[in-house]
């Protein structure tokens, strides 16, 4: 029987020897991955990356504390310009401009969970939407960041190593997505952790046993915004420009479509979610490149709907996507992950 005896085997990070050979695997497949293919899976390797990151946080607060989010986009939006300026401003170096971009985020994101005590539900969606809507607003209105023009980023130099490739760039980002992976994985086991599940499972029962609500909503609201600073940091990189518009209400609704779809409080859910919808956000953006379909799509526009509408497509899969997900497997695709390891293992029974 798979029964943990105490503490100690919770918290540990490799259950057994088979554990860290395949994990050792998939950290050799992983850094290996830019060696044999063309730069432009390397980009989409890059935005997926980044999205985990993103996905990670908001799990943090929509899976495991109960928190729901519409305005991450605009901690993303913070964490942008806010390591871009620091570095083209303020002369920060890259190592430095990020984290300290990621704690503004980090900041808002606690004051934005002030409110969290009060409000649940539809109503901290509201608040959250209307965070994420001014601080697009206020930063296409300042001429330190840009105005509506944007801003280019800068080389990032660490050291004498000056990165300007995605395949350079790849290397660097993936170090960071697994140092946070770990971070979160760890602080879930934490006493921390059980108190966001906690709150999450039965606040006024957590209160009573002494958890601090307004303090751990707020802490999960800034760690999940200090994680939306990092990945919209190292966005600005991927992409090389930013203006206000590219940090949209869809894009909040996305990061929190992957959360869904993944699984909600399951780390590995939030990877799967937001590798699935990232490459299928990148894919159905030219599907109107694909033989027949792209033909048959035009067709159906032209003659129901508007040829503009087919750019907006893959929203469409998305919501039928998350339809499904909703009546057949609420838990996600790590739901889906369990009835299969599950049936697996009891074949041919």
Request: hydrophobic share 55%; proline share 3%.
């Amino acid at each position: 029987m798979d029964m943990k005896r105490d503490y100690y085997e919770d918290v540990q990070l490799f259950s057994s020897k088979v554990v860290i050979f395949w994990f050792a695997i998939l950290i050799a497949v992983l850094y290996l991955f830019p060696l044999f293919v063309d730069n432009y899976y390397v980009y989409v390797a890059n935005y997926i990356a980044i999205n985990i990151i993103v996905v990670t946080g908001l799990n943090l607060l929509v899976g495991y504390t109960g928190q729901i989010s519409l305005g991450h986009a605009g901690f993303f939006a913070i964490g942008a310009y806010g390591t871009v300026t620091l570095m083209a401003k303020a002369s920060f170096p890259f190592l430095l401009a990020l984290p300290c971009s990621a704690l503004i985020a980090a900041g808002f994101g606690f004051l934005l969970g002030l409110p969290a005590l009060r409000l649940e539900g539809p109503y901290l969606a509201i608040a959250t939407l209307g965070f994420g809507l001014t601080i697009t607003q206020i930063i296409g209105r300042m001429d330190i960041f840009g105005g509506r023009e944007g801003l280019h980023a800068p080389d990032i130099t660490i050291g004498s190593f000056v990165i300007n490739t995605d395949k350079e760039f790849y290397f660097l980002l993936i170090t960071l997505t697994i140092i946070l992976l770990f971070f979160m994985r760890n602080l879930i086991k934490t006493r921390v952790g059980r108190a966001f599940i906690a709150i999450r499972d039965a606040d006024i029962a957590a209160q009573t046993m002494g958890v601090n609500i307004l303090y751990y909503k707020a802490l999960a609201f800034a760690i999940s915004a200090f994680y939306a600073g990092i990945a919209g940091g190292l966005y600005a990189f991927v992409l090389k420009f930013i203006e206000p518009e590219i940090f949209t209400l869809m894009m909040s609704i996305m990061f929190l479509a992957m959360v869904v779809v993944g699984g909600l409080g399951s780390m590995m859910g939030a990877i799967a979610g937001a590798i699935l919808l990232c490459w299928l956000d990148l894919k159905l953006r030219n599907i109107l490149d694909v033989p027949y379909i792209g033909d048959w799509l035009e067709h159906l526009s032209k003659s129901w709907f508007s040829i503009t509408g087919v750019s907006n497509i893959q929203f469409i899969v998305f919501g039928s996507i998350m339809i499904l997900i909703m009546l057949f497997e609420p838990l996600g695709l790590y739901g889906v992950w369990i009835r299969t390891k599950k049936y697996w293992r009891t074949w041919p029974f």
